[in-house]
């Protein structure tokens, strides 16, 4: 079945950009009704989805984060992966990517959950 | 932008009784975009009912959702240890801020 893990540095500093890599294993990150989604939760706090990309390269980003956030996707290598600009502390969470059944938008399956704090 | 409410913010009952979750959208949704989830300590989410009402592959069927419209329902039908955690509900690009089922 379909697995996925991020990867990515724990630690950023304040006013740099977070990176991070979803790899999707099981399966073609190209088949199926899917879009491949990031979601993030802060430390005892609920869930803020972030937004999610389908392979065609579409987009669709939370507009409260829209303006610091890109999602891209690279096919050959089956992975997706998160750009989020000009970090502060507020974005220190655990930040999960998971796949999105279009066209319903449910989460099904989650990787693991990759903790990054911004810390100087 | 659909904001969800669930409730009650903290439930406590008895490992065999019976858990309702309640979740309220600020409009009217299409039950197939509803879902739930259920997160425990120092895990991801998993799914647990999309379509409103369908359990996801896995999910015992003590499991159930129904609801239309603005007003949705989780039912556990008799607690197990395991099933103490949080619950979310979901619509596209928002989340509820969760009910934590605790053990009384």
């Known amino acids: 079945q379909v697995q996925l893990q991020e990867s990515g540095p724990g630690l950023v500093k304040p006013s740099q950009t977070l990176s991070l890599t979803c790899t999707v294993s099981?399966?073609?990150?190209?088949?199926?009704?899917?879009?491949w989604s990031w979601i993030r939760q802060p430390a005892g706090k609920g869930l803020e989805w972030i937004g999610r990309i389908h392979t065609s390269g579409s987009t669709n980003y939370n507009p409260s984060l829209k303006s610091r956030v890109s999602i891209s996707v690279d096919t050959s290598k089956n992975q997706f992966s998160l750009k989020l600009s000009s970090v502060t502390a507020a974005d220190t969470a655990v930040y999960y990517c998971?796949?999105?059944?279009?066209?319903?938008?449910?989460?099904?399956?989650w990787g693991q959950g990759t903790l990054v704090t911004v810390s100087s | 932008e659909i904001v969800l409410t669930q409730s009650p913010g903290t439930l406590s009952l008895s490992p065999g009784e019976r858990a309702t979750l309640s979740c309220r959208a600020s409009q009217s949704v299409s039950s197939s975009f509803l879902a739930w989830y259920q997160q425990k300590p120092g895990q991801a989410p998993r799914l647990l009912i999309y379509?409103?009402?369908t359990r996801a592959t896995g999910i015992p069927d003590r499991f159930s959702g129904s609801g239309s419209g603005t007003d949705f329902t989780l039912t556990i039908s008799r607690l197990e240890a395991e099933d103490f955690a949080v619950y979310y509900c979901q619509q596209y690009g928002t989340f509820g801020p969760g009910t934590k089922v605790d053990i009384k």
């Open positions: 379509g409103a009402s």
């Open positions: 099981g399966g073609s990150i190209s088949s199926g009704s899917y879009s």
């Open positions: 998971a796949r999105w059944w279009d066209p319903w938008g449910w989460f099904d399956p």
